[in-house]
């Protein structure tokens, strides 16, 4: 089964310090997309960073950035210079190609920014 | 550039009732999806839609069905609604087959009493 883990259901973080939030994923494809998702409390889920599999180079957007690790199938999400409008539930979810295009998320990550 | 849309915001229905979701996509996309969200989980896939067809299922009952019309708009209807059933469900749209970014609407809360 392809599935994905967020280890840690709640963390917190002082403004303008920095947090990284950890998912590792199991799939047999080499072929595949990893997503950071952010659902604040008014519930849209907003996207916050991709990356594709094929690419080596770890994706950045601002103060987002992630640590793509193929081969142990890990993609952490870091956030920079955290900002009181950064909390909210955080989930980290795959895609793989070729068909199967059904976003596969995991449990979240609850996070508190401390003024 | 209006994004997802999805109406209606908040719904109460009772046990075996019947329930139409509906959703719009954002300007450009052709493609849908609707997840079921259940309180403190991610999103789960029910189904996805394109050129009016089902492309894809998720692991959901027959009672969960779906309809895509020629503007793109989409419906989810849910038959003989169980207490289970209560949940954030989420519209999700993007351009074409390829694995674009999907882009999400606000969500239907949905509860059944």
């Known amino acids: 089964a392809q599935t994905v883990t967020q280890s840690q259901p709640e963390m917190s973080v002082q403004e303008a310090e920095t947090v990284t939030l950890s998912c590792t994923y199991d799939?047999?494809?080499?072929?595949?997309?990893l997503f950071w998702y952010k659902q604040p409390p008014s519930r849209q889920m907003i996207l916050v960073i991709r990356q594709e599999a094929y690419k080596q180079q770890n994706a950045t957007e601002n103060r987002f950035s992630v640590n793509f690790q193929k081969a142990a199938k890990s993609f952490s999400l870091k956030i920079s210079d955290s900002q009181l409008g950064d909390a909210a539930m955080y989930f980290c979810?795959?895609?793989?190609?070729?068909?199967?295009?059904?976003?596969?998320f995991g449990t979240g990550t609850r996070l508190t920014i401390i003024p | 550039d209006a994004g997802v849309t999805q109406s209606p915001t908040h719904l109460i229905k009772t046990r075996g009732q019947q329930v139409t979701l509906r959703c719009s996509p954002k300007?450009?996309?052709?493609?849908v999806s609707w997840y079921q969200q259940a309180l403190g989980q991610g999103p789960q896939f029910i189904f996805q839609y394109y050129e009016e067809e089902e492309r894809q299922r998720g692991n959901f009952p027959d009672r969960f069905s779906g309809h895509q019309f020629p503007n793109y708009s989409s419906e989810l209807n849910v038959n003989a609604l169980l207490l289970g059933d209560s949940a954030l469900y989420l519209c999700?749209?993007?351009?074409?087959?390829?694995?674009?970014?999907?882009?999400f609407g606000p969500g239907t809360r949905l509860t059944v009493l």
């Open positions: 799939t047999s494809e080499s072929d595949y997309y």
């Open positions: 979810a795959y895609v793989t190609n070729f068909g199967n295009e059904k976003l596969t």
């Open positions: 300007s450009g996309h052709d493609t």
């Open positions: 999700a749209s993007k351009r074409g087959t390829a694995t674009d970014t999907q882009y």
